[in-house]
């Protein structure tokens, strides 16, 4: 996710603003950017990359007083979202006048409609992002009072915010607001410090004021006056951080896989917000680039992709068929490049990449490409090689994914597949109703996960009990054969557990014969077509003496007395319960790779990012 740090009060402002940055480059990001006001005038350095770029950048650009002398700035890194990482597109932003200067963070969803009108009245725009247009924004509404200026455009923005202005016109001040995106300001001793996240804080204080949204504050080196957006004031307490600086950066978890399970009701809905059509009753996806009767035209969907994003696929495949009518197929990314795929005009290739790197993927897309396939991605990462190469897809908007482990890409992968197969579906055989009703169903899909969330102390105690085995089992049906196979990954990649996804049906075929007293199956049979079936593997396994873990529909009590250890989860559609279904079995693997001891966030052998064959 991106990052923001405003700092006033000392000299050497650009310094302590670099370093801030420094402190938030865990988030990932792709470029960043620092604004100061040096004798009244606001001087800016930007740069694709690295802080480290960013620093060689502006130590070459600026005269060394200016890092002495200047006491107030802003400063960002990015995480794109729109527009790729380039300089032009980092920020800080400026308005037409040069004047006023923004960083951003979240996203401006009618900043289209904006920026037509700003052009309308003259205004020239550089970058590709929604926050230019913010700045431009405040500064047209700048009738020589910023706060208030502010306070107007805010009025205008739809979408979500965490912001810190700085203007040549009103120096010795800058205001800062958020509307779901954090906001937290630092009280220093004759210096405040802005920012996205404590861990740019801890250096200078442990004091702090968390803004709420609609928030707006105006902030000096010595005072901080937060007001709502109709200026009417607003009391915040001050807090003690209570953190570490190694702490901070993972938000006060303990691993950035157990931050990142915590933030997908977030991600999720950063994933949906905007792409959901509740009068056509369909999805928007504007990126995919097709029309209604390309769709309706396609003969098939092929989904392509590696690990975590090949089972994403797997439960995409399922979602396709079901709701779009569309034959679908998964092909593992490093399997398709090599069996010269049979692939026409008609084909639908969706290579799937939380990363945007991975080798096989890539050359899968490559493969496709030449066999003139209809293609395109889905990725989180903008700009990556896989959404270049594609030129077109459904970036996933999950924010950065640091932990190895691949948790909220994959669910947002299949919320993002889901409204894919909304879409074709609404462009094949959904009726108008049909299509609301669907996509009421995702919408409600961060709240799903956040009460899962909210079972985190009962999974951890239940990890207890299977913690000290070197096998298990994953088993499920229909779209919950993927979750197994997930689940299964999530568990051996990180605690090093020998963990096996089966379909449910496949056990006897073979799986079976290592079953002894006590081997952990975990079973997902939630209240979903074919239940019954799996009840009866399960009894098949507790027949030899096996230890079960269910996942189970909250009330459906026929199911919890099958198992030995249960976790539930809300009832709804059976291809939307794979998500708060996963997000069971990624706390559940995180509590035992914890309870093991094992190193979770970089687990041996292990990348993030699979860039060689
Ligand atoms: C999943 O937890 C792993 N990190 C791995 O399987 C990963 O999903 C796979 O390497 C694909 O990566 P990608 O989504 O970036 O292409």
Same mark, same amino acid.
């Given at each position: 996710?991106?990052?923001?740090?405003?700092?006033?009060?000392?000299?050497?402002?650009?310094?302590?603003?670099?370093?801030?940055?420094?402190?938030?480059?865990?988030?990932?990001?792709?470029?960043?950017?620092?604004?100061?006001?040096?004798?009244?005038?606001?001087?800016?350095?930007?740069?694709?990359?690295?802080?480290?770029?960013?620093?060689?950048? &502006?130590?070459?650009?600026?005269?060394?007083?200016?890092?002495?002398?200047?006491?107030?700035?802003?400063?960002?890194?990015?995480?794109?979202?729109?527009?790729?990482?380039?300089?032009?597109? +980092?920020?800080?932003?400026?308005?037409?006048?040069? @004047?006023?200067?923004?960083?951003?963070?979240?996203?401006?969803?009618?900043?289209?409609?904006? #920026?037509?009108?700003?052009?309308?009245?003259? !205004?020239?725009?550089?970058?590709?992002?929604?926050?230019?247009?913010?700045?431009?924004?405040?500064?047209?509404?700048?009738?020589?009072?910023?706060?208030?200026?502010?306070?107007?455009?805010?009025?205008?923005?739809?979408?979500?915010?965490?912001?810190?202005?700085?203007?040549?016109?009103?120096?010795?001040?800058?205001?800062?607001?958020?509307?779901?995106?954090?906001?937290?300001?630092?009280?220093?001793?004759?210096?405040?410090?802005?920012?996205?996240?404590?861990?740019?804080?801890?250096?200078?204080?442990?004091?702090?004021?968390?803004?709420?949204?609609?928030?707006? +504050?105006?902030?000096?080196?010595?005072?901080?006056?937060?007001?709502?957006?109709?200026?009417?004031?607003?009391?915040?307490?001050?807090?003690?951080?209570?953190?570490?600086?190694?702490?901070?950066?993972?938000?006060?978890?303990?691993?950035?896989?157990?931050?990142?399970?915590?933030?997908?009701?977030?991600?999720?809905?950063?994933?949906?917000?905007?792409?959901?059509?509740?009068?056509?009753?369909?999805?928007?996806?504007?990126?995919?680039?097709?029309?209604?009767?390309?769709?309706?035209?396609?003969?098939?969907?092929?989904?392509?992709?590696?690990?975590?994003?090949?089972?994403?696929?797997?439960?995409?495949?399922?979602?396709?068929?079901?709701?779009?009518?569309?034959?679908?197929?998964?092909?593992?990314?490093?399997?398709?490049?090599?069996?010269?795929?049979?692939?026409?005009?008609?084909?639908?290739?969706?290579?799937?990449?939380?990363?945007?790197?991975?080798?096989?993927?890539?050359?899968?897309?490559?493969?496709?490409?030449?066999?003139?396939?209809?293609?395109?991605?889905?990725?989180?990462?903008?700009?990556?090689?896989?959404?270049?190469?594609?030129?077109?897809?459904?970036?996933?908007?999950?924010?950065?994914?640091?932990?190895?482990?691949?948790?909220?890409?994959?669910?947002?992968?299949?919320?993002?597949?889901?409204?894919? +197969?909304?879409?074709?579906?609404?462009? #094949?055989?959904?009726?108008?109703?049909?299509?609301? #009703?669907? &996509?009421?169903?995702?919408?409600?899909?961060?709240?799903?996960?956040?009460?899962?969330?909210?079972?985190?102390?009962?999974?951890?105690?239940?990890?207890?009990?299977?913690?000290?085995?070197?096998?298990?089992?994953?088993?499920?049906?229909?779209?919950?054969?993927?979750?197994?196979?997930?689940?299964?990954?999530?568990?051996?990649?990180?605690?090093?557990?020998?963990?096996? /996804?089966?379909?449910? +049906?496949?056990?006897? !075929?073979?799986?079976?014969?290592?079953?002894?007293?006590?081997?952990?199956?975990?079973?997902?049979?939630?209240?979903?077509?074919?239940?019954?079936?799996?009840?009866?593997?399960?009894?098949?396994?507790?027949?030899?003496?096996?230890?079960?873990?269910?996942?189970?529909?909250? /009330?459906?009590? @026929?199911?919890?007395?099958?198992?030995?250890?249960?976790?539930?989860?809300?009832?709804?559609?059976?291809?939307? &319960?794979?998500?708060?279904?996963?997000?069971?079995?990624?706390?559940?693997?995180?509590?035992?790779?914890?309870?093991?001891?094992?190193?979770?966030?970089?687990?041996?052998?292990?990348?993030?990012?699979?860039?060689?064959?």
């Amino acid at each position: 996710m991106c990052g923001i740090v405003g700092y006033i009060g000392k000299a050497d402002a650009a310094t302590m603003l670099i370093n801030g940055l420094r402190r938030l480059e865990y988030r990932g990001y792709d470029s960043a950017g620092v604004a100061v006001l040096d004798d009244d005038r606001i001087v800016i350095a930007k740069a694709p990359g690295k802080v480290a770029a960013l620093s060689e950048r &502006a130590r070459a650009e600026w005269p060394a007083e200016r890092f002495s002398r200047t006491t107030i700035g802003i400063a960002h890194t990015r995480w794109a979202t729109h527009g790729p990482p380039t300089e032009v597109n +980092a920020h800080p932003h400026l308005d037409q006048s040069g @004047e006023v200067a923004l960083v951003h963070n979240g996203i401006i969803e009618n900043y289209r409609s904006l #920026r037509a009108r700003l052009v309308g009245k003259g !205004h020239h725009f550089y970058s590709e992002t929604d926050t230019e247009v913010l700045a431009h924004l405040i500064g047209d509404c700048d009738k020589g009072n910023l706060f208030q200026a502010v306070c107007d455009a805010l009025h205008q923005v739809e979408g979500t915010f965490g912001i810190a202005v700085l203007s040549a016109r009103e120096p010795g001040k800058i205001i800062t607001a958020r509307r779901g995106s954090p906001i937290v300001i630092g009280i220093g001793d004759g210096e405040t410090i802005i920012a996205s996240d404590a861990a740019a804080i801890l250096a200078h204080t442990q004091r702090v004021i968390y803004l709420d949204d609609n928030d707006i +504050a105006i902030v000096t080196a010595d005072s901080v006056d937060i007001r709502d957006l109709h200026n009417i004031p607003v009391t915040r307490e001050i807090a003690e951080l209570g953190l570490d600086a190694a702490a901070a950066e993972k938000g006060g978890f303990e691993h950035f896989m157990l931050k990142e399970i915590h933030e997908q009701p977030d991600s999720l809905a950063n994933a949906i917000r905007g792409r959901l059509d509740f009068n056509l009753g369909s999805s928007v996806l504007a990126g995919m680039g097709t029309s209604p009767r390309e769709l309706a035209e396609l003969g098939r969907v092929v989904l392509i992709g590696c690990g975590t994003s090949l089972h994403a696929g797997l439960v995409g495949e399922y979602a396709f068929e079901d709701l779009a009518d569309v034959h679908a197929e998964v092909q593992q990314a490093a399997e398709f490049r090599y069996r010269n795929p049979i692939l026409g005009s008609r084909d639908l290739v969706v290579a799937i990449s939380q990363s945007g790197e991975t080798a096989d993927t890539l050359a899968a897309v490559r493969e496709a490409n030449q066999k003139g396939a209809f293609v395109m991605s889905l990725c989180n990462v903008v700009g990556s090689t896989i959404a270049r190469e594609t030129g077109r897809g459904v970036y996933l908007h999950a924010g950065p994914e640091i932990s190895v482990a691949s948790t909220k890409a994959f669910t947002c992968q299949v919320v993002v597949l889901l409204m894919m +197969a909304l879409k074709l579906g609404r462009g #094949r055989r959904f009726s108008r109703e049909e299509g609301i #009703r669907f &996509a009421r169903e995702i919408e409600m899909v961060p709240a799903l996960v956040g009460r899962m969330i909210r079972q985190n102390a009962r999974i951890a105690d239940i990890a207890e009990g299977y913690a000290h085995n070197e096998h298990a089992f994953f088993i499920g049906r229909g779209p919950m054969y993927p979750v197994a196979l997930e689940g299964a990954l999530k568990l051996k990649e990180i605690s090093y557990i020998h963990a096996e /996804g089966y379909h449910a +049906a496949e056990l006897k !075929h073979g799986p079976i014969a290592l079953l002894v007293k006590g081997t952990p199956v975990i079973a997902i049979a939630c209240d979903i077509p074919g239940k019954d079936k799996t009840l009866g593997n399960i009894e098949e396994c507790r027949a030899r003496g096996a230890r079960i873990l269910g996942i189970v529909t909250e /009330g459906d009590q @026929e199911a919890a007395e099958c198992m030995d250890d249960f976790i539930t989860v809300p009832r709804c559609h059976p291809l939307v &319960a794979t998500i708060p279904a996963v997000v069971a079995l990624q706390l559940f693997a995180y509590h035992v790779a914890r309870i093991r001891g094992c190193e979770i966030d970089q687990p041996r052998n292990l990348a993030k990012s699979v860039t060689v064959e």
